[in-house]
């Protein structure tokens, strides 16, 4: 049984403002999940490198945690603590064209702040409703663009502690994936580097991507975004459409008849309902096409 009691009294000493008991329904997209034991939010490196060291020390389950729009979760719930990004926000300008941002930055926000100050190449990602540190965990990315095409550097700390700041080479990028999903390394900020263009010009790009998503998406319903990775040389909805599967349901999951890449909650889905509908589809497409679908979304 971990020591719950001394992860308390630890977050307490080093004033890490932390949450007991959350229900993660109310913390990912998809509004699935059981409850967290503790959700913590360092809101500096020393208290990031503090709470993963904690967590090693007295052997505790951790996770990292964004806005939780790539996330599918346990009903069972999680023992153990959340290491949540959202208190690190800030933001600011470096010279030549450069911004450091930190990793609990919403995608948003950082499009924003970069169409104002006349930084161009991040408007195709406007609209994906991630943070900065699982933008770099997953490399999220939209026609045609992803995050890796504007990072210059990366800061991150490994489960030892210590900080690391690795450059483009080190982090082997490829579609959907970095080396963040294999070495365990906490992302606490990166370095950007952009082109500049008018502000006038990059709104009008970032409101023609978002039109682009509101026209294809189902964002009236709760969703973690495209259930399955592009499988090569096929598009994973259009396999999905083709096998008969639109509308598919069990429970409250249901392949999405706007856009069937999407599974989503059309009213009290539990994770089993998702998993389940996730192996239907998966089964159903091997059969039918001979192609195997990987998931694009995390489970905790
Ligand atoms: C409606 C909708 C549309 C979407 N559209 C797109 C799209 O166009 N393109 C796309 O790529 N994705 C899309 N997504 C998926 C999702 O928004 C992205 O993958 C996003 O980058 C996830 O960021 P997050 O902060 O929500 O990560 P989370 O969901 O919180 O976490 C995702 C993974 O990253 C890890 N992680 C998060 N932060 C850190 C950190 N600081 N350090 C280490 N690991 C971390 C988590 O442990 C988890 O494994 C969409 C999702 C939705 C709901």
Redesign the pocket.
Known sequence: MPNFEAVENFLKAKDIFYEKNVNMKNN???KIGGICKYVCYPNDILKAVNVIKLCINLKIPY?????????LFSDEGFAGVAIC?KK?NKINVLSNNRVYCE??V??YRLCQFCAIHCFSNLEP?Y????????????????YNRE?KDVLQSVV?IDVNGRVYEQNLKDIYFSY?NSV??NNG????AAVLKFENESVEHINSKMQYFLNK?IES?P?NFP????TFKRPKFYIAAKLIEECGLKGLRVGGAKVSEKHCG?IINVGGASCLDVKNLIKKIQKTVSLKKNVSLTP???F?
């Not at 996770?63 to 996330?71: I, Q, V, Y």
């Not at 969703?223 to 495209?226: K, P």
């Open positions: 990912t997209s998809f996770f990292f945690l964004g806005n939780g729009s790539n996330l990004t690190l990793a609990g919403l995608l990602l609209g994906i409703p991630g943070s900065l540190g699982g933008a770099i965990f997953m490399n999220a990315g939209a995050i991150s959907r963040y999903q390394h906490f992302i606490f998503r998406q964002l969703s973690a975004g495209s999407f694009e979304i995390k905790i």
